[in-house]
């Protein structure tokens, strides 16, 4: 297990991850390059060339822009919503992009090359980049491709992950057979194995047991905090969804719908009644991801168009457990604090993620909604299972639920807009965790499908997808429901 928790839960905007967030990235990654080399100021133009799902459904999920706005400099993780508005609205009353910002070079959106009928072999959403000096001759070229969840690979490096130079995790674990074995022996949950892994990752080495000791319980300190800004930043993205009005933006005119749905449940559910939760959890569920659709800032969870589902279970978690239900209801539960449920459930959501991103892949471009929603379906009803007090085994069992019953989801978003059916998508998506984490809980962990079974069945039959399924507008909802 080399990935970290927070590469799969990263801060980012809308509307998607591999589109805008990973194309971001990497045209960050070319101006850096270009600044590092000294070839800025011979810098005369830079070609862009978007291949696949990325020039398919590029406007509508904001890649043209992301990638401009890459090459002045900017990266997901920063750059708010206002500087994208900005820098968007300066470059076309100028015409003019600003390569690491400061090289001006006449650069718009319109100049960005589309090869949407072309794919190129290691992956459908590719990016070339190429820097031309005054005489149009190639001073670098770059292709880079996005291959979900923000993560970026560049052409003439090993893919993945599992491809780097192993990192000393003293539980490391690519199938969830092996995650298992680590909790029988260690008696550790999903929780505690990822926590151990991400402090060493954290940690690095030291030298003496006192030095390793001290550096220990400093990377447990900075996991945990982290592991709650990634909470907070979660809570904010509902809370700024919350306060908008109106539409969409993209055209379709989708309503948002989360501002109204609060109100009407202040009036219904004045008291927090525990009969209420669905419709809570569709609220948080909406809320994030129409903030994403307008190009908020979200955690990619484990990406942007499935960014609702973790915070949504996340706070059927918070909310509706012991600490908060009436008097004499029984769920077991061992939970001290907010604080607590929240880095339990997301470290054990993240040690399921790690077994898709190794195993499979989470990318709609490259397997369909079901490596989106599915996957993070399947994560969240492995994090509530675990703070729900279930045994590894019934964590298991309630990640494979959630997926066996997402396999085979196109990813077919009209106009090529995160929006519908991503947004309703991700409330459906929430309740089959909750549903799964439930299941799970009532069975003693044994099942006949185990969890890398269905990752495997999710990974073939994603392979056996048609390609118009994956992200392309080209297939489903995308050609049967006229725009409005």
Not at 29 to 45: H, P
Not at 66 to 86: W, Y
């Amino acid at each position: 297990m080399t990935l970290s928790i927070f590469d799969l839960f990263s801060v980012g905007i809308g509307p998607s991850s591999s589109h805008t967030v990973g194309p971001m990235r990497a045209a960050a990654y070319f101006a850096s390059s270009l600044s590092d080399a000294g070839l800025l100021d011979r810098v005369n133009a830079v070609r862009i060339d978007l291949y696949g799902s990325l020039a398919a459904t590029g406007p509508g999920h904001g890649t043209p822009t992301a990638v401009l706005l890459g090459l002045e400099g900017l990266r997901p993780e920063s750059v708010t919503p206002a500087q994208v508005d900005e820098r968007r609205a300066s470059i076309a009353a100028t015409g003019t992009t600003m390569l690491a910002g400061r090289h001006p070079l006449a650069l718009t959106e319109d100049d960005v090359v589309m090869h949407p009928l072309t794919v190129l072999p290691r992956h459908t959403n590719a990016v070339r980049l190429t820097a031309l000096d005054g005489d149009e001759s190639a001073l670098a070229s770059e292709t880079y491709y996005s291959v979900g969840g923000g993560f970026v690979e560049r052409e003439g490096e090993d893919s993945g992950a599992a491809a780097a130079a192993p990192a000393e995790v003293p539980f490391p674990f690519r199938t969830a057979a092996e995650l298992l074995a680590h909790c029988r022996r260690s008696g550790l949950g999903l929780a505690g194995v990822m926590l151990a892994n991400e402090v060493a990752l954290t940690r690095g080495s030291h030298g003496d047991d006192a030095e390793r000791g001290d550096a220990t319980d400093a990377a447990a300190a900075t996991v945990r905090t982290r592991l709650l800004a990634i909470r907070d930043v979660m809570d904010e993205c509902v809370a700024t969804s919350l306060g908008r009005t109106g539409v969409l933006p993209g055209g379709l005119a989708v309503r948002r719908r989360a501002p109204e749905w609060r109100e009407r449940l202040r009036v219904e559910d004045p008291h927090g009644a525990p009969e209420f939760w669905q419709e809570w959890v569709n609220l948080v569920a909406l809320a994030v991801n129409e903030e994403n659709a307008s190009g908020g800032r979200v955690v990619t969870a484990p990406t942007n168009g499935a960014a609702g589902i973790i915070p949504a279970v996340m706070h059927y978690a918070r909310t509706y457990l012991p600490h908060h239900l009436p008097p004499g209801a029984e769920v077991p539960v061992p939970v001290t604090s907010d604080d607590d449920v929240c880095e339990r459930f997301l470290l054990a959501a993240a040690a399921v993620g790690v077994l898709y991103k190794e195993q499979a892949s989470i990318s709609g471009a490259e397997v369909g909604c079901q490596g989106e929603v599915g996957s993070a379906s399947s994560m969240a009803a492995a994090g509530l299972a675990e703070v729900m007090g279930g045994t590894p085994e019934q964590v298991e069992n309630a990640a494979e639920i959630a997926m066996e019953h997402n396999l085979g989801l196109t990813c077919d978003p009209i106009g090529g807009l995160v929006q519908i059916p991503c947004i309703e998508r991700n409330a459906i998506a929430a309740s089959k965790a909750i549903n799964a984490a439930k299941m799970a809980l009532w069975g003693d962990g044994s099942h006949h499908v185990s969890l890398d079974q269905v990752i495997a069945t999710m990974r073939e039959t994603g392979r056996d997808m048609s390609d118009k399924y994956k992200e392309t507008a080209l297939g489903g909802l995308a050609v049967n429901v006229v725009e409005c």
